[in-house]
C-alpha cells in the first residue's frame, strides 16, 4: 500500500535551484546530498528523545507498580536517624532486589550509601534519597552511553527488530513505525517473519495503521534473509528513509534460529554496506532478571546495539531497566508502558529515575 510522501523540511539534501548550484559539479553535489542526509538523520534521532521529555506523565504512569513496590524507600527515609542505619540500609537492599535491580547492583548502591553516611557526606533521609537516585543515573548513563537511535548518515536507514516469541516484537515495530511516521518520515517494513503467517498479516494491519509501505514473502516460499534484502534494496532504490526489518521470534536456546539471524544480518549488509544501523532485542519486561540470559545470547550471536524493553507497565519489577544495562554495557533505546501507539516511549535515564522514586 503505497503510503503518501511527507517530508520534514529539512530532508531534503540539496537546495532549490541557484545559479551556483546549477554549476556545481557532479561529486559536489554528491558531497552536500550526504551531508544533507546525515544532517536528517542527526537530527531525527536528537528530536525523538526530546520528545521523550513532553511524555513524562505516561511515563510516570507506566511504572506505578514499580513505584508502589518502591515507595517504602520513602517510609525508610523519612524518620532516618544514624544510630538506625544499618538496619534502614538492609530494608532499602532489599526493596531494591524485589523490584529486580539485582543482587549486584542493590549491594553496590547500597554499599555506596553507607560509604557515604559513614564519611558525614549524607546527614538526612532527603540526601540519602537524593544520592540513591544520582547512583541509579550514573549507572544508566556511565554503562548504557547514548540512549539515542544511530540512524547512520544515508538513506535509508535500516532498523532490524529481533527477540523471542511473546515479547511484542512487532508491535514495537509498528509503534516506532508511527513515530517515525509522525515525523515525516517515508517508512519501509520487511516482514522478514516468513514462518508464522499471523505474523506477516500482524506487520500489514501495522503498515496500513502507520501509512507505510510493506515488502512480504508473496510466494510464501522466500527465507527470511532474502526478504530482508529485497526490502533493504527498494528502500535504496525507491528513496525511503527508514526501512524496519521484523524477523521470527525465536529462543535464545535455538541455536538453528539464532544462526538464521546471522544470515539476516548479513543479507541487508550486502545488499546495503553498513547496514543494519540498530538491531535492536525487544525484551519483555515482566520477566525481570530472566532477560539477562537471552540479551547475553542474542548479543553474542547477532551484536545487540539496544534494547526495546516492553510491557513494563505490567510488572513492578523495573529495576531490570537499570539490571540490563549494567550486565551487557547496552543501552535501553525505547521502553513500552502501554497498549496504546504512543506508549513505545524513547528512554531517558533521568525521566525514568524520577518516575520510580518521585
Keep these: 500500500m503505497a503510503a503518501p510522501s511527507h517530508v520534514l523540511p529539512f530532508l531534503s539534501p540539496t537546495a532549490t535551484g541557484t545559479a551556483s548550484s546549477v554549476r556545481a559539479s557532479p561529486a559536489r553535489l554528491r558531497c552536500a546530498a550526504a551531508a544533507g542526509q546525515a544532517g536528517f538523520f542527526t537530527r531525527l534521532g536528537r ?41 534502614v540500609l538492609d530494608d532499602l537492599e532489599e526493596a531494591l532486589l524485589v523490584s529486580d535491580f539485582g543482587p549486584k547492583i542493590s549491594f553496590r548502591i547500597v554499599d555506596t550509601l ?16 537524593a544520592a540513591l537516585k544520582r547512583c541509579i543515573l550514573q549507572l544508566l548513563t556511565s554503562k548504557g552511553g547514548n540512549s539515542e537511535l544511530n540512524l547512520g548518515f544515508r538513506k535509508p536507514s535500516v532498523i532490524m527488530i529481533v527477540g523471542v ?6 508491535t514495537s515495530l509498528g509503534k516506532l513505525a508511527h513515530r517515525f511516521k509522525n515525523e515525516g518520515v517515508k517508512v519501509l517494513m520487511a516482514a522478514g517473519d516468513t514462518f508464522r503467517a499471523a505474523a506477516r498479516d500482524q506487520l500489514e494491519v501495522w503498515a496500513e495503521r502507520t ?13 527470511p534473509p532474502a526478504v530482508l534484502s529485497q526490502a533493504v534494496k527498494r528502500g535504496k532504490r525507491e528513496g525511503f528513509d527508514v526501512v524496519l526489518c521484523d524477523t521470527s521470534g525465536r529462543l535464545h536456546t535455538n541455536y538453528g534460529l539464532m544462526e538464521e539471524l546471522v544470515s539476516c544480518k548479513k543479507a541487508i549488509a550486502k545488499a546495503l554496506p553498513g547496514t543494519p544501523n540498530e538491531i535492536l532485542l ?30 513494563l507497565d505490567g510488572t513492578a519489577r523495573g529495576g531490570c531497566v537499570v539490571s540490563v544495562v549494567d550486565e551487557l554495557g547496552i543501552p535501553v ?11 513505545l516511549q524513547p528512554f531517558d535515564a533521568e525521566a525514568f529515575v524520577e518516575a520510580i522514586f518521585p
Design 211 to 223: 501509512g507505510s509501505e510493506i515488502v512480504i514473502d508473496n510466494d510464501k516460499k522466500a527465507q
Design 114 to 129: 553507607r560509604g557515604e553516611i559513614r564519611d558525614g557526606k549524607l546527614k538526612s533521609g532527603a540526601e540519602i534519597k
Design 47 to 87: 528530536l525523538i528523545k526530546e520528545k521523550a521529555k513532553s511524555d513524562v506523565e505516561k511515563l510516570f504512569s507506566g511504572f506505578s507498580k514499580t513505584r508502589e513496590n518502591l515507595s517504602v524507600v520513602d517510609e525508610l527515609l523519612t524518620y532516618w536517624n544514624l544510630a538506625d542505619t544499618d538496619r
Design 165 to 170: 516469541n511473546g515479547g511484542g516484537k512487532t
Design 333 to 343: 533505546k525505547f521502553i513500552g508502558v502501554g497498549e496504546g501507539m504512543e506508549d
Design 282 to 311: 525487544v525484551l519483555d519486561g515482566t520477566t525481570g532478571l530472566n532477560m539477562l540470559q537471552q540479551a547475553r545470547e542474542f548479543n553474542d550471536v547477532v551484536g545487540v546495539t539496544g534494547f526495546i524493553l516492553t510491557k
